[in-house]
């Protein structure tokens, strides 16, 4: 499985972004898409995560209500729209994809996870 994340740039606080991050290769390899950030210095957290074939959902609780994240039909393409951003949540976004439709006290688990994208840069700056 290629992940191909994308969509990152600066933002003032307050203001929102859409992370999309494409998968390909062998369809049946992955079961839930999750994202995840790092920041300088510090390690990198599970924030959302969702299936590919049932849309269970899942978020950390820094972004709830903040952050949503969906799913194109085909279950190839997945976003993560993020709104009211603040500059806490500057960080490099990746997506990755794990096997196993995970639950919820698994999803944020970076061990879970077998693939991962190169990372998108968000920065929430005034």
């Known amino acids: 499985v290629q992940l191909q994340a994308s969509g990152g740039g600066f933002v003032l606080p307050g203001g929102s972004l859409r992370l999309a991050c494409s998968a390909s290769?062998?369809?049946?390899?992955?079961?839930?898409i999750g994202w995840f950030r790092q920041a300088p210095g510090k390690e990198r957290e599970g924030i959302s995560g969702i299936h590919r074939s049932y849309a269970r959902k899942f978020y950390s609780s820094s972004v709830k209500g903040r952050f949503t994240v969906s799913r194109d039909s085909a279950g190839n393409t997945f976003f993560l729209q993020m709104d009211n951003l603040k500059p806490e949540d500057s960080a490099v976004y990746y997506c990755?994809?794990?096997?196993?439709?995970?639950?919820?006290?698994?999803?944020?688990?970076?061990?879970?996870?077998?693939?991962w994208g190169q990372g998108t840069l968000v920065t929430v700056s005034s």
């Open positions: 990755a994809a794990s096997p196993y439709s995970l639950i919820t006290s698994t999803w944020s688990q970076r061990t879970q996870y077998t693939y």
């Open positions: 290769g062998a369809s049946g390899n992955y079961g839930t």
